[in-house]
Every structure is written in C-alpha cells, then in structure tokens.
C-alpha cells in the first residue's frame, strides 16, 4: 500500500525550474517520438572484419548513430549494467556490439532499450562480410540521413516468433521512421 503511495507521489512530478520542466517534458510520452539513436560498440577482443561491420553499420546510420572504436570489456549476455549507463548516458535506445572469439569469430549483438532497461537483445554470426567500400556502387557517398530499404524475404518472418523479433529488431535498427513517400532516385542502400 505504501509503495503504490509512493510511486503516485514520484510520477506527478512537479518541476521547480525552467529547466526542470523543459526536461520532464522531453521525457513524456509523445505522439510522434523522434528517431531512435544507435550506439555501435567494440567488444575487447575483435578483428579487422568486426571493426570494419561496426564502421559500416555506424555510416549506414551516420547522424543517427555514435561509434566507440575503443575496445570495452563488457559482455552483454552476462551483465548489462554498464552498457544501460553507456546507453542511457548518451541518450541511445538501440546499441550493435561487435566482438570475436575462437568459439565465436564474428559476432554482433544488436539490442534495445526502453526506459533505460534492456528490452531485448540479439545475437548475430556473421559469416563471409564484405565491407560497403568494396562494392562498386559504393564510391560514391551515401546522403545524409538516407535510410536503406529493408527487404525481409520468406514467410518464416510472419510466422516464427524469433524471426519476428529479430525483424522487428532490425528494422529498428536500420529504419530509423517510416517515410510517407520513397524517391527512387534517392536509393541508394539496401540491406
């Protein structure tokens, strides 16, 4: 009884300052959220390869995204304390870790956040990756804020419950909003 008391008084929040109330209102629920932002992070041990995915997947989603190139000690399947700071420090709702080991040579971690808490996470293997820069239609840059096209193919994606939410974990990653109208001369990714 006490703790519901407690946390009606801690929700109607009521700011003493200017600045006070400008950030309790950024933090209340919206009808059209912004875009989600992304931070890509380097695992403590990783290759040339994981270093390259973690930059291309940083310039896919370049002004939406933070790039740690610093090798970092976390491991998210085992504690997820510091990568929620990490996350929640810089204002991230979706974070890709990449690391390699002998069991696992080229792995990325894509997950999500929702409050600050860890929603779900991912683990992927990467096999045979070949960066952006060594396609030929990738010499020329890729516009700011331009947003792949995501094709997700087999209806194994609308019926298996891990397929769905790797799907709706990845569109989050690369979708980055929906559009009202695509120009097909803007296209320049797809993934």
Do not use: W, Y
């Amino acid at each position: 009884m006490a703790i519901d008391a407690l946390t009606k008084v801690l929700s109607k929040r009521t700011p003493k300052t200017r600045k006070g109330r400008k950030i309790l209102e950024k933090r209340e629920p919206q009808v059209v959220e912004d875009a989600k932002t992304a931070l890509v992070i380097c695992g403590n041990k990783s290759s040339l390869d994981v270093g390259n995915m973690l930059k291309d997947l940083h310039a896919v989603r370049n002004p939406l995204s933070m790039l740690f190139t610093r090798k970092h000690e976390e491991h998210p399947f085992q504690d997820t304390k510091r990568l929620e700071q990490l996350c929640n420090k810089f204002q991230h709702s979706i974070f890709a870790f990449g690391s390699s080991s002998k069991k696992r040579p080229c792995r990325l971690i894509l997950g999500r956040l929702f409050d600050g808490n860890l929603l779900d996470m991912q683990e992927f293997n990467v096999e045979d990756f070949k960066s952006m820069t060594k396609f030929n239609a990738s010499t020329k840059e890729a516009a700011v804020g331009s947003k792949p096209l995501v094709i997700f193919q087999g209806s194994a994606f609308e019926h298996d419950e891990t397929l769905k939410r790797s799907k709706s974990l990845l569109l989050d990653f690369f979708g980055a909003g929906k559009p009202d109208q695509v120009m097909l001369s803007g296209l320049d990714q797809v993934v």
